[in-house]
Nanobody, 125 residues
Framework: EVQLQASGGGLVQAGGSLRLSCAVS????????IGWFRQAPGKGREGVSY????????FYADSVKGRFTISINNAKNTVYLQMNSLKPEDSAIYYC??????????????????WGPGTLVTVSS
């Protein structure tokens, strides 16, 4: 059974950093593609970052390029999203998702079959 569990959210001041973790089980990263998405109050779900471990492909939304980094620790079955230089507009519930692919559009949340509960990130100004 595929399971994902995101954690690491919290309250941080603008300019600060957070690292989100997504613990996964039921699959290996070589066979699945991983995405991070977020949803702010009153807004739609937005693709933030993505990784396909089999070939190292990554994706970042323009709004987070240069500030966020996705990484995988195979030994810990965990995906990370390092978020630096946070802005108030980064405030949202963040979700990790997985799919056995191929994901043709990493920004499209509808292409991912497996989701974990989100973790709330709040960035104060």
């Amino acid at each position: 059974e595929v399971q994902l569990q995101a954690s690491g959210g919290g309250l941080v001041q603008a300019g600060g950093s957070l690292r989100l973790s997504c613990a996964v089980s039921g699959f290996t990263f070589d066979d699945y593609e991983i995405g991070w998405f977020r949803q702010a109050p009153g807004k739609g779900r937005e693709g933030v970052s993505y990784m396909r471990s089999s070939d190292g492909s990554t994706f970042y939304a323009d709004s987070v390029k240069g500030r966020f980094t996705i990484s995988i620790n195979n030994a810990k079955n965990t995906v990370y999203l390092q978020m630096n230089s946070l802005k108030p507009e980064d405030s949202a519930i963040y979700y990790c998702a997985a799919d056995d692919g191929p994901v043709v559009d990493p920004s499209n949340w509808g292409l991912f079959d497996y989701w974990g509960p989100g973790t709330l990130v709040t960035v104060s100004s």
